[in-house]
Nanobody
């Protein structure tokens, strides 16, 4: 079994900052791409940012220059530093990872989600 556990969501005022964290655990051989997706009420889940094991990053246009994704391969963890938050960033944020398990099959795993609310 593989688990992704997220933390760090909450309520913040517009212009504020939050840091999300996600750690993978369980029967893991290796992890490929990891990242964050989000889903706002009534909308489809969308990519926020991803990072490879080598540190290559990719960001949605809407969060470039405001969000920074980082990774610690040894801890099997990623963070998402969010600054200059806007009300439209309000969503449930989900951690994602491509995990090679003990059966040597690669499959995606998702965390349970953490709520981020940007409101005055």
């Amino acid at each position: 079994q593989v688990q992704l556990v997220e933390s760090g969501g909450g309520l913040v005022q517009p212009g504020g900052s939050l840091r999300l964290s996600c750690t993978a655990s369980g029967s893991i051989v290796s992890i490929g791409k990891m990242g964050w997706y989000r889903q706002a009420p009534g909308k489809q889940r969308e990519l926020v940012a991803t990072i490879t094991s080598g540190g290559d990053t990719n960001y949605a246009d809407s969060v470039k220059e405001r969000f920074t994704i980082s990774r610690d391969n040894a801890k099997r963890a990623i963070d998402l530093q969010m600054v200059s938050l806007k009300p439209e960033d309000t969503a449930v944020y989900y951690c994602y990872a491509d995990v090679l398990g003990m059966t040597y099959s690669l499959r995606p795993y998702w965390g349970q989600g953490t709520q981020v609310t940007v409101s005055s």
